[in-house]
């Protein structure tokens, strides 16, 4: 819900306006996700570094995000709360019939579980599990092979000049012209004779 109060003075505050939302990147998760929730976090203070010289329990508000439920890099800057809540990158799940059969995500591709190739079972463990950077050289050769004719025919289109039929076809039909010409100019003097 908006506040209510967006775009109204406030003392000592700048003014929020909704131009200025509407024209303003928003934030997004290392997952994708744009909806985000206020939650608490609980710090354990040492009583050597607490101001009490006892040990405290701070509570620290985070915003999580509401698809992955981890803290966006975007709320915590100063690089403070543990990896165990950060947010992950989205992981592309590759499978069939609701089975995983690899996961690819910023660490490289995992197999889940065992992989069947030709009758031949693998177990997940015994398969080699490719990094992110040969995943990516994987999908860019594949596209790289499949798009070819196209960027070919592209260029192709592109060019300019004349090719070798169409040199022949032209001068055909200057051939052709010339003839239906001289047809119609001789058949008016066999005509007369």
């Known amino acids: 819900m908006m506040d209510p109060n967006l775009g109204k003075p406030t003392a000592?505050?700048?003014?929020?306006t909704p131009d200025m939302l509407r024209n303003?990147?928003?934030?997004v998760c290392e997952c994708g996700g744009m909806i985000f929730?206020?939650?608490?976090?609980?710090?354990?203070?040492?009583?050597?570094?607490?101001?009490?010289?006892?040990?405290?329990?701070a509570p620290m508000p985070i915003i999580v995000c509401e698809n992955c439920g981890g803290v966006p890099s975007a709320f915590?800057?100063?690089?403070?709360?543990?990896?165990?809540?950060?947010?992950?990158p989205l992981?592309?799940?590759i499978g069939t019939d609701a089975t995983t059969l690899m996961e690819v995500g910023e660490d490289g591709a995992h197999i889940k579980g065992d992989l069947h190739v030709d009758g031949a079972?693998?177990?997940?463990d015994d398969v080699y599990a490719m990094t992110k950077e040969e995943?990516?050289?994987?999908i860019d050769d594949s596209l790289d092979k499949k798009l070819r004719p196209i960027v070919r025919m592209m260029t192709e289109s592109k060019n300019n000049e004349p090719s070798f039929t169409e040199i022949i076809g032209g001068i055909g039909y200057i051939f052709g012209l010339m003839g239906?010409?001289?047809?119609?100019?001789?058949?008016?003097?066999?005509?007369?004779v």
Do not use: C, H, M, W
């Open 135 to 138: 995943v990516e050289k994987i």
């Open 37 to 57: 929730t206020e939650k608490l976090f609980f710090k354990t203070i040492s009583a050597i570094i607490s101001p009490s010289g006892k040990q405290e329990v």
């Open 180 to 192: 239906v010409a001289l047809y119609f100019k001789n058949r008016g003097k066999n005509d007369r």
């Open 121 to 124: 079972v693998y177990a997940g």
């Open 91 to 93: 992981t592309l799940t």
């Open 24 to 27: 303003s990147k928003n934030v």
């Open 12 to 16: 000592g505050k700048p003014q929020i």
């Open 76 to 88: 915590d800057q100063q690089n403070i709360l543990p990896d165990e809540i950060k947010a992950k």
